[in-house]
């Protein structure tokens, strides 16, 4: 089975259409037409419906799919094991973060990571920590430091590294920054922005609120930290950020008995071979980590 052909297909399926597969193979559109003609004559099946624009994978085309992940996974693990054998740290490292964490916490660990492997060229993809999580489970990254899902995956291997204490924060100007003994009923009765519903933390407040039977007025959401913090600081809105992120612009909401936390962390897929670069990072990471505990002891 053609290599080249099975990454044009998996281009496909992920984009949904046959140009977006050209531009991420940087492929023109009639070789990425070709490459398909062609596993679909080797396999004997067609594997798109194409109906009008849309792009569709047929029964073949799904049933393919995870065989076609797994014979490249199979093939880069090869390549890393006798890569390894070497025991020199180079090549590509493929790593996902989050834009919080690779803003607020990696850049002093890439800083010295890179002084210290500069044969390592370092491919970094700032994603929403549950993309990454899912650019793990299907091999397209090797390592990943997000926010640790409450409930990891049977073949995923998170580690915690921080452990990030979250605060209730509005506008210093705001009512709620300016009432004492607030309650989380209180809170609730203003506009909150909150992380998108998809996000781990977003679970984790809302399950809070749930818990106590609270139903938040969400007037915004988005993804990204630093967005929401300047919503915050405008006075559109309260909501909960990282302790780490307080500053003049937000005030914190003091509600007493509650103390929300995340985890901040890697993962790496339980079945994958590492390479040498991956190793050598991880290694920096549970460094900080001992670090961490050390000071919190």
Not at 119 to 148: K, M, P, Q
């Amino acid at each position: 089975m053609d290599l080249a052909n099975l990454n044009a297909f998996i281009a496909i399926a992920e984009t949904g259409s046959f140009s977006a597969a050209g531009e991420r193979l940087h492929l023109t559109q009639p070789a990425i037409s070709k490459r398909i003609a062609g596993l679909e004559q080797q396999l004997n099946v067609r594997l798109f419906d194409r109906l009008g624009r849309e792009i569709n994978l047929t029964e073949a085309g799904r049933a393919l799919l995870p065989r076609a992940y797994q014979i490249l996974n199979v093939l880069d693990d090869t390549r890393r094991a006798l890569t390894n054998l070497t025991g020199e740290v180079t090549g590509r490292l493929s790593l996902a973060t989050s834009h919080h964490i690779g803003l607020h916490r990696l850049p002093p660990l890439l800083r010295t990571f890179t002084r210290t492997y500069p044969n390592v060229a370092l491919d970094i993809e700032f994603l929403d920590s549950e993309v990454a999580y899912d650019e793990i489970l299907h091999g397209r990254a090797e390592l990943a430091v997000i926010t640790l899902a409450p409930q990891p995956h049977s073949s995923v291997k998170a580690v915690a590294v921080w452990d990030d204490l979250l605060e209730f924060v509005a506008a210093p100007e705001h009512p709620l920054a300016n009432i004492e003994n607030v309650s989380l009923a209180d809170v609730a009765g203003y506009p909150a922005v909150f992380p998108g519903g998809n996000t781990f933390t977003h679970h984790i407040v809302s399950g809070l609120c749930e818990a106590q039977g609270i139903k938040p007025n969400i007037a915004m959401s988005t993804n990204y930290m630093e967005t929401i913090k300047m919503m915050v600081s405008i006075g559109l809105a309260w909501s909960v950020l990282p302790r780490t992120m307080l500053d003049e612009q937000v005030a914190r909401i003091p509600l007493p008995g509650i103390q929300l936390r995340r985890e901040l962390g890697y993962i790496v897929h339980t079945e994958r071979t590492l390479s040498n670069a991956a190793k050598a990072f991880m290694a920096l990471l549970d460094a900080q980590a001992h670090v961490l505990s050390g000071e919190a002891h």
